[in-house]
């Protein structure tokens, strides 16, 4: 759904249809910071996109699973940067996400496979 409202064309019908019905949409309506913030999200979104869709299949392998684990650690950790373009509250979720996937990382070390 993010994806279709990105759309240029469906981004401009949503701003002007914020803008025709003023009354009531004061609260919802995007500003250029939100749809910034929508933007980043995506982009942030689509990683775990990509991963899901690189995992499935009925050849995926633990070491592929661990391929992937490293690679979300890795993207969560540069999300968490002071320096990233995500927001403080995007920023500290990927520092929790980071946290808890590393938990279960390391428990991958302690199972016999």
């Avoid at 996109?49 to 050849?59: M, R, W």
Wanted: hydrophobic share 35%; glycine share 2%.
């Amino acid at each position: 759904m993010v994806n279709c409202a990105l759309r240029p064309n469906v981004r401009l019908a949503i701003d002007l249809y914020c803008y025709r019905e003023k009354e009531g949409l004061e609260n919802d309506t995007l500003t250029k910071d939100d749809w910034s913030e929508l933007e980043a999200i995506h982009r942030f979104l689509e990683i775990f996109n990509e991963t899901t869709l690189d995992a499935e299949g009925c050849c995926t392998s633990l070491s592929k699973v661990l391929q992937d684990m490293d690679y979300l650690l890795s993207e969560f950790e540069a999300a968490g940067q002071d320096k990233s373009e995500y927001s403080p509250l995007i920023k500290r979720m990927c520092d929790d996400a980071w946290t808890k996937l590393k938990k279960y990382y390391i428990m991958t070390e302690s199972t016999e496979v």
